[in-house]
């Protein structure tokens, strides 16, 4: 398997990819670690004219913690990220759900900025975009604009962002203290596609569910605590929004199944969340 | 934030039809080669550069078979363009030989020892993946081990073998035996 003809281009900065990418319209793809896309131009299943690497733009390469947010730029990896000594503190799910994503091969180049642009309804990066109450950042040529996760995603590999806009930067809100956090997946093996994945967050009010791989995005419910506990009504609400989440069988598994999962992890990993508030 | 600006690329773009010059240093030697941009850097090197040691399994990145170092970090070559490698550091399996006087390392020669290969088809990139890990984790527990493995397909050994000779080689090898009957190789 072979990618069809593109001519390259490797930016200097990202106002010549941006450029680029708005002269070249919908012919025109962004590569950075390029670990999903590599492997759709090897099948063929997308045939850019133009590939524009922002893979070695340092202004894309900012990985910082400030006024609240962790921002990762376009251009930094799932490794460095899961490197960062600080993150378990900062982003404590991203931690736990990182190890997840693909192989440590893979996230040695693979970013999560691409992994969002990218949209895989079970992947682990934008599940926990959502779950955290992140955000995308979006820059053409012209303007800049920030667009909540919970917004970002339309479908399977559909988001809000335009043909000329790349994904700059996503932003997970640092965790606040009190809150809990835990992550959990099953595959078919570590490092496949989740067939269900489910991140928790309680802070001091609410319980969160996000849940990936069953829904054509990854989609978040939250309920109230009840007496600082979990709703004595969970197993209901988990039900209900296990129906609403509407799976589909496929080859790894039934939608029957999917909804057992939903039950079933997401209630672990919301006792898990719950007892690990600090 | 760096503000917006809007002009023209100053960047060449490198032409579909065009073979252009890609230089690397492969194990330590400087090499050039010549690349469509769409050539993986996996064909560059065994077709370019004449590197056959380096494997071609799914291309899609799922097998692992093609793990290559760039700049000392364990990649998939076939997830990699040749014209993404231009003025980068390669290392294949050749080089481990190479740069131990041209005899096995002492993780090859684990590998020898433990029956960690049959067809071999996958153990050039599970070498490469391994020296790259090894330097930054010289002491892996075995689940650690078996978690980075999870990123190779081998379809011969049920990964006991590569299990001991790891062990072995970073001498942990009292918690494993030499050889065992019938181990479950689940990765």
Redesign the interface.
């Given at each position: 398997?072979?990618?069809?003809?593109?001519?390259?281009?490797?930016?200097?900065?990202?106002?010549?990819?941006?450029?680029?990418l708005?002269?070249g319209g919908d012919d025109a793809r962004v590569i950075a670690g390029?670990?999903s896309l590599?492997?759709m131009?090897?099948?063929r299943l997308v045939q850019p004219?133009?590939?524009i690497?922002l893979?070695r733009l340092e202004?894309l390469r900012s990985l910082r913690a400030e006024d609240g947010w962790l921002t990762v730029g376009a251009a930094v990896t799932q490794?460095e990220v899961l490197a960062r000594p600080t993150l378990a503190r900062e982003v404590p799910l991203l931690a736990a759900a990182l190890?997840w994503v693909?192989?440590?091969?893979?996230r040695?180049?693979g970013t999560l900025c691409g992994s969002v642009a990218h949209a895989d309804p079970s992947a682990e990066t934008p599940l926990c975009l959502v779950a955290s109450g992140g955000e995308v950042v979006l820059?053409n040529?012209?303007?800049?604009r920030t667009v909540p996760a919970a917004d970002f995603f339309l479908g399977p590999l559909t988001t809000v962002k335009a043909a000329d806009e790349i994904v700059e930067s996503v932003r997970f809100p640092l965790a606040r203290p009190g809150s809990g956090h835990a992550f959990r997946e099953v595959s078919m093996?570590?490092?496949d596609f989740a067939i269900t994945a489910c991140a928790a967050t309680v802070d001091g009010e609410r319980a969160s569910l996000a849940v990936g791989g069953v829904a054509d995005r990854p989609t978040l419910r939250s309920w109230p605590l009840t007496a600082g506990g979990l709703p004595p009504d969970l197993d209901d609400a988990l039900n209900a929004f296990a129906w609403d989440l509407g799976g589909d069988d496929d080859q790894h598994a039934t939608a029957r199944y999917r909804r057992d999962l939903v039950r079933r992890i997401g209630r672990t990993v919301l006792e898990e969340a719950l007892s690990c508030r600090r | 934030?760096?503000p917006?600006?809007?002009?023209?690329?100053?960047?060449p773009?490198?032409?579909?039809?065009t073979r252009h010059a890609v230089s690397v240093v492969l194990n330590g030697t400087p090499r050039t080669g010549h690349a469509?941009?769409?050539l993986?850097l996996s064909?560059f090197l065994r077709h370019e550069l004449g590197a056959h040691g380096t494997r071609v399994g799914c291309?899609?990145?799922v097998c692992?078979a093609c793990?290559v170092r760039?700049d000392g970090?364990?990649?998939?070559a076939?997830?990699?363009?040749a014209?993404?490698a231009d003025g980068r550091r390669i290392d294949t399996v050749e080089g481990l030989a190479a740069a131990n006087q041209g005899r096995m390392t002492a993780l090859q020669e684990a590998f020898r020892r433990h029956h960690a290969l049959q067809c071999g088809f996958c153990t050039a990139g599970i070498l490469m993946?391994l020296t790259d890990?090894l330097g930054r984790n010289p002491k892996p527990t075995e689940e650690e081990l078996r978690?980075?493995l999870?990123?190779?397909l081998c379809r011969c050994t049920g990964y006991a073998g590569i299990v001991r000779a790891v062990m072995d080689v970073t001498g942990q090898a009292g918690g494993v035996p030499a050889r065992g009957p019938a181990e479950g190789g689940h990765?």
């Open positions: 398997m072979k990618p069809a003809s593109f001519d390259y281009l490797r930016p200097a900065t990202v106002a010549d990819a941006l450029a680029a708005a002269a390029g670990q590599m492997p131009l090897n099948m004219r133009l590939l690497d893979g202004e490794a190890p693909g192989h440590v091969q893979t040695n180049r820059r040529a012209k303007r800049r093996r570590h490092g | 934030m760096p917006l600006t809007s002009r023209p690329p100053t960047t773009v490198l032409a579909a039809e469509h941009p769409r993986l064909d291309e899609h990145g692992g793990t760039l970090v364990a990649v998939r076939c997830l990699t363009l014209v993404q993946s890990y978690d980075m999870s990123g190779h990765v």
